[in-house]
């Protein structure tokens, strides 16, 4: 409150001083103008202590400003070979850019016949509850971030003894007249930096922001939905699964690898790439899927209705898009989004027939154990069943993606040339996966040299965003959070054995720790 006085005192006092009224008042502007300043930094920096000390109690509010300082939007936009200036332009250059992702969906007929192998029970939801009300709301998230409703979920959160019983009434009369509320289908997308330069269009991608209220309702859904489903989805998918992750993921195949090894047999895996998978789901094959399954009319056509007619807009530094409508894909953002798109995968796993397969989403492995070329051609032959498959369900392979890479002990091992759509797949003795670095002999010491090399240059990024920061358990939980995260992702994976990796890895803490002595003021230790 006292700054907030002197700063109107002080233009207050510069207007009075430019006309000339007394020749005194410059003295007390420049007086009033270094008090503003100084109280300006002290209130900055009791801002940050307070941060620093609610870091247990409330870290989001720690975490917002941190990540705040780092986010930078483009001054200017590359779209298309034009440039653009303009915030109102350049947030429809971004929509038009999201929207070019969606294609076409199929019509549904409902009497075409299914074509999904993997069939189960019927799947029906009666109703809501009042209790499932009341732990959707509690396992809401707290924010300020607020979608096309312009209502935060705070506020729900802290309302919720007086919304409870609408929404319980709303949420079945959705269910009841098979209608999804079309306020709720509405989406805000805010463009995201990726890698490269940021000038350009294609290295962003879009963050969508839904009502809480339509959150709330899909994760009620949700759960009713995978109580039922969980037992017909593929053990080989580890994404959006309890209990399953990119650890449990590259560990199946890591055990695949060295079981190879111990046999004295080659593992051949082929690693495919999906373009924009999740843009690209026809609605009218996966409600085709969904009536395989055994969904209920009632609940299929409840499904039809929160598909179909969703409208999107890009929101960029206070300006808003035109609106575009999504013709493909799960919804971003949403909760069954996510499962809709594991259940229209699912069959996949069903076509191959002497290869084993591992998924992340729509991150596809498929290997098989090679002791000869027969082994070869039959994993060729799943090969093409992916391809088919592709085709079938309308999604696209970037096939200049996909890789092989044969894991053996061999000096020699067996070499075969395998195709999808008769392009030849290119050949690699290293490959990224999930993050990690693979080798052919699966030492890992590449994966451990590039990460120590990246890891290296984190701290310098850390010491300029700390400076302000005194507390010596904000500066661990900075470093925990953007330095040892890495260190220890998937280290049950490569985990090293020689002495000199694992001291390369320590170096990066112990320097970590002379920079927390040094600004406790200690000795910095040499």
């Given amino acids: 409150m006292e700054t907030k006085r002197l700063i109107k005192r002080k233009a207050t006092v510069r207007k009075l001083a430019l006309k000339g009224v007394n020749p005194d008042l410059f003295d007390e502007f420049k007086s009033l103008r270094y008090s503003v300043k100084h109280n300006i930094q002290k209130d900055y920096n009791t801002h940050l202590r307070h941060m620093e000390n609610d870091l247990?109690?409330?870290p989001r509010r720690f975490w917002s400003y941190f990540k705040n300082k780092n986010i930078n939007s483009p001054d200017s936009l590359f779209y298309n070979n034009v440039r653009y200036n303009n915030d109102g332009d350049i947030a429809n250059a971004f929509a038009d850019y999201f929207s070019s992702a969606f294609k076409p969906s199929t019509d549904f007929d409902g009497n075409d016949e299914c074509k999904s192998d993997c069939v189960g029970d019927l799947v029906k939801i009666e109703n809501v509850t009042y209790d499932d009300v009341v732990l959707a709301i509690s396992e809401l998230k707290s924010s300020l971030t607020v979608g096309v409703d312009n209502i935060p979920s705070f506020i729900i959160k802290g309302c919720s003894e007086f919304l409870i019983y609408p929404l319980l009434v709303l949420f079945n009369l959705s269910l009841t007249t098979k209608v999804f509320p079309?306020?709720?289908?509405?989406?805000?997308s805010i463009p995201v930096s990726k890698k490269g330069d940021a000038q350009k269009c294609?290295?962003?991608?879009?963050?969508?922001?839904?009502?809480?209220?339509?959150?709330?309702?899909?994760?009620?859904?949700?759960?009713?939905?995978?109580?039922?489903?969980?037992?017909?989805?593929?053990?080989?998918?580890?994404?959006?699964?309890?209990?399953?992750?990119?650890?449990?993921?590259?560990?199946?195949?890591?055990?695949?690898?060295?079981?190879?090894?111990?046999?004295?047999?080659?593992?051949?895996?082929?690693?495919t790439d999906f373009s924009k998978a999740f843009d690209s789901i026809d609605f009218g094959i996966l409600l085709k899927k969904l009536q395989g399954i055994g969904f209920h009319v009632n609940l299929f056509d409840w499904l039809l209705s929160y598909l179909c007619k969703r409208s999107l807009y890009v929101y960029f530094n206070n300006a808003v898009s035109h609106e575009f409508?999504?013709?493909?894909?799960?919804?971003?953002?949403?909760?069954?989004?996510?499962?809709?798109?594991?259940?229209?995968?699912?069959?996949?796993?069903c076509v191959f027939k002497y290869s084993g397969c591992l998924l992340f989403a729509d991150d596809l492995k498929l290997f098989c154990s090679i002791r000869s070329d027969l082994d070869s051609v039959l994993l060729q032959r799943d090969l093409d069943c992916i391809f088919k498959w592709c085709i079938d369900n309308r999604l696209h392979l970037n096939i200049e993606k996909c890789s092989v890479l044969s894991y053996t002990g061999k000096a020699q091992p067996l070499i075969h040339v395998y195709k999808i759509n008769n392009l030849v797949l290119s050949r690699s003795n290293t490959i990224t996966d999930l993050g990690i670095i693979f080798d052919s002999k699966l030492d890992f010491s590449q994966h451990i040299d590039t990460m120590v090399s990246k890891t290296y240059r984190r701290p310098g990024f850390l010491k300029r965003r700390t400076r302000e920061f005194s507390s010596e358990l904000t500066l661990k939980v900075l470093y925990c959070a953007h330095i040892r995260s890495n260190l220890e992702?998937?280290?049950?994976?490569?985990?090293?054995?020689?002495?000199?990796?694992?001291?390369?890895?320590?170096?990066?803490?112990?320097?970590?720790?002379?920079?927390?002595?040094?600004?406790?003021?200690?000795?910095?230790?040499?």
């Fill in 182 to 188: 079309g306020v709720w289908k509405q989406t805000k």
């Fill in 202 to 271: 294609k290295n962003y991608r879009p963050i969508a922001i839904l009502s809480p209220f339509s959150k709330i309702f899909e994760s009620i859904i949700h759960k009713k939905l995978y109580n039922q489903l969980k037992n017909l989805i593929s053990t080989s998918q580890h994404r959006f699964i309890p209990k399953r992750s990119t650890t449990t993921n590259l560990f199946c195949l890591t055990d695949k690898i060295i079981s190879s090894f111990e046999s004295g047999s080659q593992l051949d895996v082929i690693y």
């Fill in 56 to 58: 247990v109690s409330d």
């Fill in 489 to 526: 992702y998937c280290s049950i994976i490569w985990n090293p054995n020689y002495r000199n990796k694992i001291e390369i890895i320590e170096r990066i803490q112990n320097n970590f720790l002379r920079y927390l002595l040094y600004k406790k003021k200690w000795i910095l230790l040499a």
């Fill in 325 to 349: 409508t999504s013709t493909s894909g799960v919804p971003q953002g949403s909760n069954l989004g996510p499962l809709l798109f594991i259940l229209f995968i699912n069959d996949l796993t």
